[in-house]
Nanobody, 123 residues
Framework: QVQLVESGGGLGQAGDSLRLSCAAS????????MAWFRQAPGKDREFVAG????????YYADSVKGRFTISRDNAKNTMSLQMNSLKPEDTADYYC????????????????WGEGTLVTVSS
């Protein structure tokens, strides 16, 4: 089993930057898709950004394109989400997740989840 732990959440104001990190234990194969999701209270969990373990190919939700950057360090089994130009709409619990099969961006495809880290952005 793979264990994921997020860190880096906190309180910011509109325009601020935050960097989230995800540390994984256990083996993640090169076929995997690694992603960040977020969920605001009372709302559905939504895809934010993803990266392919093997190729490094990246994918972003339209709402964060140009502002957020996902990256990974395979040697360290870590993944990061650099969030710039934060907006109040970015306020949510952010979750690190891994789809071991590399299927894509759906929450149902994720096999492993972290516990989440809260990001709050005030206006």
């Amino acid at each position: 089993q793979v264990q994921l732990v997020e860190s880096g959440g906190g309180l910011g104001q509109a325009g601020d930057s935050l960097r989230l990190s995800c540390a994984a234990s256990g083996r993640i194969l090169s076929s995997a898709f690694m992603a960040w999701f977020r969920q605001a209270p009372g709302k559905d969990r939504e895809f934010v950004a993803g990266i392919r373990k093997g190729t490094g190919g990246t994918y972003y939700a339209d709402s964060v394109k140009g502002r957020f950057t996902i990256s990974r360090d395979n040697a360290k089994n870590t993944m990061s989400l650099q969030m710039n130009s934060l907006k109040p709409e970015d306020t949510a619990d952010y979750y690190c997740a891994v789809d071991r099969n590399g299927y894509g961006e759906q929450t149902r495809d994720m096999d492993y989840w972290g516990e989440g880290t809260l990001v709050t952005v005030s206006s």
